[in-house]
């Protein structure tokens, strides 16, 4: 029922919504053709509401006009936000910056049912304590980050509000049976099975568990507790959870009569199609513990020339004018990548801020470009996450410790004749620069950096980080 209904109202709302673009920015139009026009919002459901359209809760002209609050949804399956959840928060981030408020709803409860949309199999189960640990995690990633927003990309307009929850809140109050008394009666055996990602798993050779057949029922009355309590009208979500939206629109429409909406975000994929994200083992961290400002920034730069300009308008604020300007001299010189590294630098600043960008670009410089001063002013952590195969040591600095001593008390040469012969036939170089003499005495401010540290690579890929004490 649902697809047919959706694809037609996808067709017909861009061909309204491009009227938008003719009209003031600050209109519904404005703002949802916009986004439709960045690619950034993929589908819109219902068809057409029984009281009021969804362009209209975005029409500053019409009579009564007030914010909307809007919601988008992270289950704590891992203790780190990924460039999959990019797209969804870059979503509420555009309402936020029109005025609106918006809620990311961390899924404290749902996540230990485990969502079975876009699986083929069912989640590995997690134990209460984890899933609360990955919550606290999920909360002051999703914090950073609106705060990265708010601090570094204002554009003047007045913004609505940032606020982050956790479904938790509310369901370690509720008691099984009050609650399916209270909520089941109101959902079809039918209407749930049919759900595509019903489906999908039924047919599996796995099946599918009660408690994952469950899970649209909880984000469901997520978006009723939503409705009621903050005045929520509309849920984003990516496009694999559609049913879940449809599921949460006909529970409160049942309950309530009022009309609620869904917009989809589309998924990222790799180049070969996988769905970015943890469970697909393919996953880009935003946590600077799992993956460094300096590998986000690379994934960015090594993007293909043919989805750079898809991901500047889906990963940035930019406006289109600028990002067709970027493009055309992207394409007189392709090779300098200068459209990929713009938009590396966007999305590394807004995940790790303005100091993570400069981290980013210091590594860069340090490991592409064989950049001296670059190795100067880095620290031992973007040393370590910059070359994260290295062995780390401390050595005090013995006067007439030479090259030679160095390598051996770093454990990166063998004993004896081969050792020293790996240095004098050119294997070694301390700082990019090659030594050939074993007996160098070393010098600081050019065997040991100003910052008390010197990077020993040995052959082509072993690189040794040492750090000297009492300087």
């Known amino acids: 029922m649902a697809a047919p209904m959706l694809r037609c109202f996808s067709r017909c709302l861009s061909g309204v919504l491009a009227l938008g673009l003719r009209k003031a920015h600050s209109g519904a139009q404005g703002l949802l053709a916009a986004q439709k026009a960045r690619g950034l919002f993929k589908d819109f459901f219902p068809e057409r509401g029984t009281k009021l359209e969804l362009p209209q809760l975005f029409d500053r002209s019409a009579t009564g006009y007030s914010p909307q609050t809007i919601y988008c949804g992270f289950d704590p399956t891992g203790d780190s936000l990924h460039v999959g959840h990019l797209l969804a928060l870059l979503s509420l981030f555009h309402f936020q910056r029109a005025g609106h408020n918006v809620i990311a709803l961390v ?128 849920q984003l979500g990516g496009s694999d959870q559609l049913g879940n939206i449809m599921s949460g629109y006909e529970f409160i429409h049942k309950l309530t009569g009022e009309d609620v909406f869904g917009i989809t975000v589309p998924l990222i994929t790799n180049t070969t199609g996988a769905k970015l994200g943890k469970s697909a083992g393919n996953a880009v961290w935003l946590n600077r513990d799992k993956t460094s400002p300096f590998e986000l920034y690379q994934f960015f730069v090594r993007l293909q020339d043919d989805s750079v300009e ?40 807004l995940v790790h801020g303005r100091e993570g960008l400069d981290s980013a670009k210091r590594c860069t410089q340090a490991l592409y470009h064989s950049s001296i001063d670059a190795l100067e002013v880095m620290s031992d952590q973007e040393l370590k996450e910059l070359f994260k195969e290295a062995s780390f040591s401390e050595l005090v600095l013995d006067p007439g410790t030479s090259v030679l001593d160095t390598c051996r008390k770093a454990n990166a040469i063998p004993d004896g004749p081969r050792g020293y012969r790996m240095i004098t036939e050119g294997g070694v170089s301390i700082n990019h620069r090659q030594v050939t003499n074993p007996e160098c005495v070393l010098v600081v401010g050019q065997h040991i950096l100003k910052n008390g540290l010197s990077l020993l690579k040995i052959g082509k890929r072993n690189f040794y980080i040492i750090k000297w004490l009492q300087l």
């Not at 083929?120 to 990955?134: G, S, W």
């Not at 708010?150 to 609505?160: E, H, P, S, V």
């Open 107 to 234: 899924g404290g409860a749902t996540a230990r049912l485990g969502d079975p949309s876009g699986r083929t199999k069912e989640r590995e189960a997690l134990d209460a304590e984890r899933v609360r640990a990955n919550a606290r995690a999920l909360r002051l990633g999703l914090e950073a980050l609106a705060a990265n927003h708010q601090q570094l990309f204002t554009d003047g307009r007045t913004w609505g509000s940032f606020t982050v929850l956790d479904n938790s809140a509310w369901y370690q109050k509720q008691h099984l049976v009050d609650f399916l008394a209270a909520v089941g009666g109101h959902f079809r055996m039918g209407t749930l099975l049919s759900r595509l990602s019903v489906q999908t798993r039924l047919q599996s050779p796995e099946g599918m568990s009660l408690a994952e057949f469950f899970y649209q029922v909880l984000q469901a009355y997520d978006f009723y507790y939503l409705f009621q309590r903050y005045g929520c009208r509309v």
């Open 310 to 349: 898809r991901y500047l308008k889906l990963f940035t604020f930019l406006p289109l004018p600028e990002i067709d300007h970027i493009m055309q001299l992207h394409v007189k010189e392709p090779e300098k990548r200068s459209a990929q590294k713009r938009l590396a630098a966007e999305v590394t600043k």
